[in-house]
């Protein structure tokens, strides 16, 4: 009997040993599946018929599509288009500019003097971004409408003709796109200038150096990671906007991301409104591999 429990009982132990081990093998696949289906189904899948789309030729008469396997819907979308790629780029490069001036010092003073209530700071910096993207962007037409509070002291005051307006502007598109992309622009640049070690600081400051010194030679360059990562994460969602210049521009201020909305729900050119969204994913893979290259890959989690 003795004999018998002893030999059984290792044979028992292994098979439970083996099946575990298969489990731990099987765990992060089983854990990661949802995901999977979920980036396979609306983002993997969705992008394959874009770029199956965009190798289509569509006749306008009939708005019909017959797939041709051409690449040269790319180059006739773009030549068709171009002012409207070149307003996107001044417009996105101006608004991250101007994030990128209003959220340094506000992510420089969170890091440095927030003390423990550094996550209030940052909850109250993104509280308004709480609200829908389209209602934040229907409240700034208030605001800047001619009849709005702004304009409207402005003229009292006598400090603005009356004739002038800002909506249906350039100036209104690119407010607009400053303020939404504001938190893309702000997180990155906090979480850069966080992560700078203080002991580098004082070691600055024991070597003579002022705060101007400080700042331009050691916080300014360990913040570039950050920096270019805020650039990255608000030019290329605001270079596709299309939101802001619908509500506050007008027609002589259209962006390409206005252009790829009307191919698809007005004019029903699929191949063309694929083709120039093709060209702005180009541009993104772009910008994210300019920053591997220079800043390197193992930052990109950090920022990105």
């Not at 802001?244 to 390409?256: A, H, K, S």
């Not at 909305?261 to 699929?270: E, P, R, W």
Request: charged content about 10%; aromatic content about 14%.
């Amino acid at each position: 009997m003795d004999e018998s429990v002893l030999t059984d009982h290792p044979r028992g132990v292994g098979k439970k040993r083996h099946s575990s081990g298969w489990g731990k093998k099987l765990a992060p696949y089983l854990l990661s599946l949802p995901a999977g289906v979920w980036l396979l189904l609306l983002f993997i899948v969705p992008l394959c018929i874009l770029l199956i789309q965009s190798l289509e030729t569509c006749s306008p008469a009939t708005g019909a599509c017959v797939m041709t396997w051409s690449w040269g819907e790319l180059p006739h979308q773009v030549n068709l288009y171009h002012q409207q790629f070149i307003t996107s780029l001044i417009f996105a490069a101006i608004a991250t500019v101007i994030d990128l001036i209003i959220s340094f010092p506000i992510a420089y003073w969170i890091a440095f003097y927030g003390g423990r209530r550094k996550n209030f700071f940052l909850i109250m910096l993104l509280v308004p971004f709480f609200v829908s993207f389209i209602i934040r962007t229907i409240v700034w037409e208030f605001i800047l409408s001619n009849n709005g509070f702004i304009l409207t002291l402005l003229r009292n005051q006598h400090l603005v003709p009356s004739g002038f307006h800002v909506l249906g502007t350039s100036y209104a598109v690119i407010a607009g796109l400053a303020y939404n992309y504001l938190p893309f622009t702000a997180l990155p640049l906090y979480v850069a200038i966080e992560r700078i070690d203080r002991r580098v600081l004082d070691a600055a400051y024991d070597l003579y150096a002022n705060r101007r010194e400080a700042f331009l030679r050691v916080i300014l360059p360990l913040s570039l990671p950050g920096i270019f990562a805020a650039f990255l994460l608000t030019f290329i969602p605001a270079f596709g906007d299309y939101v802001n210049q619908e509500i506050l521009g007008g027609t002589g201020n259209t962006m390409v991301g206005t252009v790829i909305q009307n191919s698809f729900l007005v004019n029903f050119d699929y191949a063309g409104g694929a083709s120039l969204s093709v060209v702005l994913l180009a541009v993104a893979l772009l910008g994210i591999w300019l920053y591997a290259r220079l800043l390197g890959t193992s930052t990109i989690n950090e920022y990105l």
